[in-house]
């Protein structure tokens, strides 16, 4: 059965610190993996990573997968009190399937 | 402005009671996804659609009805709801497969509880 698990399943730091979430996957046909950000309602998405060990980065986030482990992380530095939400991972397993893990709630303290 | 719209944004019925969520795009998107959220279990995919007329079954289609006869819409269909089917929906659209580096954007969600 294809499974994505999501690790811590919630955490609470302080402004600047760096923090780093996990997405370990097991699927029959990985396509790529999806990282969102969850905060009142809908997801919005942050990344997309196909290839391994390619880092992608938007601004203090950033990303990177390994293929062979089966697993991805998710960096966030210098946190702030915005970065406040669920994060969301996200595997394609075949064709137009997804499943996600059940995200990580992380809660930055001013 | 580029949206996904779902409707309504809350809804309580009763078991047995037919309904529709609608889910309509602007950006003509080829893909359209429905999933549902529940606490603890994550996003799960209901049903999917990659093109008009073209759907298929996601993780947990039971009990779901979809439609794709237009681009722009994919409506959500509960011909007999049950009280299991309490929970968070959300209606995805994106230009292709996200796989292909499209971003997929996701509707404000549509809380529906069946009593």
């Known amino acids: 059965e294809d499974k994505v698990v999501q690790s811590p399943l919630s955490l609470v730091v302080h402004e600047g610190d760096t923090v780093t979430l996990n997405c370990s996957y097991e699927?029959?046909?990985?396509?790529?993996l999806l990282w969102y950000k969850q905060e009142k309602k809908a997801p919005t998405f942050l990344f997309m990573l196909t290839s391994s060990g390619i880092e992608k980065k938007s601004g203090r986030l950033s990303s990177i997968l390994d293929k062979k482990e089966l697993f991805s992380i998710l960096n966030i530095t210098a946190t702030q009190t915005g970065d406040s939400a669920v994060y969301l991972c996200a595997v394609e397993s075949g064709t137009y399937k997804y499943i996600f893990g059940t995200g990580t709630r992380l809660k930055v303290l001013a | 402005e580029a949206q996904v719209t779902q409707n309504p944004r809350y809804l309580i019925t009763v078991t047995g009671k037919k309904l529709t969520v609608t889910c309509s795009q602007n950006?003509?998107?080829?893909?359209m996804s429905w999933y549902r959220q529940d606490p603890g279990l994550g996003l799960r995919q209901i049903y999917y659609s990659m093109n008009v007329e073209v759907t298929d079954k996601g993780d947990v289609p039971e009990g779901y009805k979809v439609s794709r006869k237009e681009k722009r819409n994919f409506p959500l269909i509960l011909e007999s709801p049950s009280p299991n089917q309490t929970s968070l929906y959300f209606c995805a659209s994106s230009l292709r497969r996200p796989t292909l580096n499209t971003e997929a954007f996701f509707g404000q969600g549509t809380r529906l509880t069946v009593v």
């Open positions: 950006m003509n998107h080829e893909y």
């Open positions: 699927v029959t046909n990985f396509r790529s």
